[in-house]
């Protein structure tokens, strides 16, 4: 099974940078996704890491460290729109994700 | 992108009934689906995994007769609730997955309340 350990909430304010932690122990690991979910929506895709380092997309870059159990998601120049719930999830051999319980990221004026 | 798309986008049933969720792959050919589902302030729990043309596999502590998976075409999975209870309130939510593709695509969620 799958070990995922982020942190419950995280303030911050517009125009911040945020960097939400994620640690895993995994009995297989196919790659690591990070998920934003606003209340009542379903996850949308923010990025995938399978390789160590870091992957920048926008204002969004995620980093892992396969052989730490560690991965980051960095929200820089934060929106009010950024106000959510990020999700980390490692995927296994069989392409199953299990979730972490997720990160509520307030963003504050 | 890939499109999911999920039907009823809620749906009030009272105890005892079934209720029946669609998830479907509007755009590609999904070889698997998976369902997952959602508590107030909790994450997303993974409840089941099904391939086109076979039985789903269902994670451990869900009940695969009350939780009915059928996987009957490519761009098709349902998942029936049968003898639904209040305790089964939730957000269901369904992703998709293309051969060779390391993304899973969302469905937008059906929340169902039992009364």
């Known amino acids: 099974g799958q070990n995922i350990d982020q942190p419950t909430e995280m303030t911050a304010t517009e125009g911040a940078i945020v960097q939400i932690n994620c640690t895993y122990q995994?009995?297989?690991?196919?790659?690591l996704f990070w998920y934003q979910q606003h209340a009542g929506e379903a996850p949308t895709f923010l990025s995938y890491?399978?390789?160590?380092g870091l992957e920048e997309k926008g204002r969004f870059s995620s980093f892992l460290s396969r052989s730490k159990g560690y991965s980051y998601l960095l929200l820089k120049e934060l929106q009010m729109k950024d106000s959510a719930s990020y999700l980390c999830?490692?995927?296994?051999?069989?392409?199953?994700?299990?979730f972490g319980a997720g990160t509520t990221v307030t963003v504050r004026a | 992108g890939a499109v999911v798309s999920q039907h009823p986008s809620w749906v009030i049933c009272k105890s005892g009934t079934s209720v029946k969720i669609e998830c479907r792959s509007l755009?590609?050919?999904?070889?698997?689906m998976f369902w997952y589902r959602q508590f107030p302030k909790q994450s997303l729990m993974l409840m089941a995994t099904?391939?086109?043309?076979?039985?789903?596999?269902?994670e451990q502590g869900v009940e695969k007769d009350k939780f009915l998976i059928n996987h009957a075409s490519l761009t098709l999975s349902t998942l029936t609730v049968t003898s639904a209870h209040p305790e089964d309130s939730s957000f269901y939510i369904c992703?998709?997955?293309?051969?060779?593709?390391?993304?899973?695509?969302f469905g937008p969620g059906t929340r169902l309340t039992v009364t």
């Open positions: 999830a490692v995927r296994d051999g069989d392409y199953k994700l299990s």
């Open positions: 995994t009995s297989g690991f196919n790659g």
């Open positions: 992703s998709a997955r293309a051969d060779r593709d390391y993304e899973q695509y």
């Open positions: 755009d590609f050919q999904a070889t698997t």
């Open positions: 099904s391939n086109e043309g076979s039985k789903a596999t269902y």
């Open positions: 890491n399978v390789l160590d």
